[in-house]
C-alpha cells in the first residue's frame, strides 16, 4: 500500500535501502571512492580484476531489482479490480510472476556471492611515503660456526 512504513511499493515515499544500495556502500568504504569512480577505473583495466567483478556484479544487482519493480508494476496493472481477467491476461499475470520469481532468484543470489567476497575483504593502510629499513628488509640469519673434521 502506498505510504505504508517498510513496503517496498514503487509509490511509496519511504522506500526500504535496496540490496543494490546497500552493495554499492560496501564497495565505496572498501575503496573509498563513489561508484562512478570505481566503475570508470574497473572499465579501463583488464578483465579479471577484483574491482571488475564487484562492479559488474553491483550493476546485475541493479538490473535484477529494476526488473522487479518493473514486473510488480505490470502486475498491478494486469491485476487491477478495474480489468476483466481472460484467458490471455492470466497468461501475462503467470508471465510476470514468473519473471518476478526468476528476478529474486537472481538478486538473491548475486547478493549473496558479493556479500560473501566483501566480508573477506578488508582495506589495509596506504603505504607510508618514508620507508623503515629495520622493518622492510629482513635481518640477516645467523651463520653456523665453523666446525673442524678430521
Known sequence: MPGRRGSADCESPRLPHTTSE?????????????????????????????LAALT??????????????F?????RELASPEREIGRFEAGHLLD??????????????HA????AVLASLHRTPAPSTAVDLTTSVPPRPMEPAATHTR
Open 22 to 50: 546497500t552493495i554499492a556502500e560496501r564497495i565505496e568504504n572498501l575503496y573509498g571512492q563513489p561508484m562512478a569512480a570505481l566503475e570508470a577505473h574497473a572499465d579501463s583495466q583488464p578483465a579479471g580484476a577484483m
Open 112 to 115: 549473496k556471492t558479493v556479500s
Open 71 to 75: 514486473q510488480l508494476q505490470r502486475l
Open 56 to 69: 559488474s556484479s553491483h550493476s546485475d544487482l541493479q538490473f535484477a531489482e529494476r526488473n522487479i519493480t
Open 96 to 109: 510476470c510472476a514468473r519473471r518476478i520469481a526468476e528476478s529474486v532468484a537472481t538478486r538473491d543470489a
